[in-house]
């Protein structure tokens, strides 16, 4: 399994960024996908994730602001991310998870500027 993850960039708080991460397989394998996070000197973090019924968790943090979603044809899970802020600034990375096997992408780098 393969996870190709794109779509981090600079940006100005306030602003967008769209997330994708693209499997090697059919994602409707996965008992869940999701997206983390790990900002320099910290944890990496739980934003969101999607299980195979469809239902959604967020942090706290992004709840309102950030939504995820899956393309099965695309075999792509996204993150939509607006009104984003510096604190969001930190490598983000994406994961499916199979039978207790978690997958990861590499990461992509978002930067929110004050």
């Known amino acids: 399994v393969q996870l190709q993850a794109s779509g981090g960039g600079l940006v100005q708080a306030g602003g967008s960024l769209r997330l994708s991460c693209v499997a090697s397989?059919?994602?409707?394998?996965?008992?869940?996908l999701g997206w983390y996070r790990q900002a320099p000197g910290r944890q990496r973090e739980l934003v969101a994730h999607?299980?195979?019924?469809?239902?959604?968790v967020y942090a706290y943090s992004v709840k309102d602001r950030f939504t995820i979603s899956r393309d099965g044809g695309a075999r792509t899970v996204y993150l939509q991310m607006d009104d984003l802020r510096p604190e969001d600034t930190a490598v983000y990375y994406c994961?499916?998870?199979?039978?207790?096997?978690?997958?990861w992408g590499q990461g992509t780098q978002v930067t929110v500027s004050s």
């Open positions: 999607v299980s195979s019924d469809g239902r959604t």
């Open positions: 994961s499916a998870r199979q039978r207790g096997l978690d997958y």
């Open positions: 397989v059919d994602i409707s394998i996965f008992d869940a």
